[in-house]
C-alpha cells in the first residue's frame, strides 16, 4: 500500500537563494531512501508557499527513511529556511484506490 506524505511551507524570502541552493542536496536525499517513489512540488502563485508530496511504498519504509540520524540534520536545516510548516501522512482511500482517468 502506498504512503503519501503532504508538507505545507513557506520559504522565508531572506534565505530565498540559499534554500534553493540547499534543497538540491535535500532532494538527493529523499530519492535515495529504500521505498521512495515519487516526489512532487508546487507552490502557490506570487508567493513563497510550497507543497510538497513525497511518496512511498508504504508506512514501514517511511518510518525507516524518518530513523536515519542524517534526517535530523536535514530537518533543522529545513526549518531554518522554511516557516508555517504542516505535515500529513495519508494512505490509499478505499473509494478511489487507482487514479482516475477521463471517461
Known amino acids: 500500500m502506498k504512503m503519501l506524505q503532504r ?7 531572506e534565505t530565498m537563494k540559499e534554500y534553493l541552493e540547499w534543497s ?4 538527493d ?5 529504500p521505498g521512495f517513489k515519487e516526489m ?10 510550497v507543497l510538497l508530496d513525497i511518496e512511498f511504498e508504504n508506512f514501514e519504509t517511511w518510518g525507516k ?8 540534520e536535514i530537518l533543522s536545516q ?5 516557516h508555517d510548516g ?12 487507482k ?5
Open 7 to 13: 508538507v505545507v511551507f513557506k520559504i522565508n524570502p
Open 24 to 27: 538540491k542536496g535535500a532532494i
Open 29 to 33: 536525499y529523499w530519492r535515495k531512501r
Open 40 to 49: 512532487r512540488a508546487y507552490r502557490e502563485p506570487g508567493t513563497s508557499r
Open 65 to 72: 527513511a524518518y530513523d536515519d540520524p542524517k534526517l535530523k
Open 78 to 82: 529545513f526549518a531554518s529556511y522554511t
Open 86 to 97: 504542516k505535515t500529513d501522512l495519508w494512505d490509499i482511500s478505499p473509494v478511489i484506490p
Open 99 to 103: 487514479p482516475l482517468k477521463p471517461l
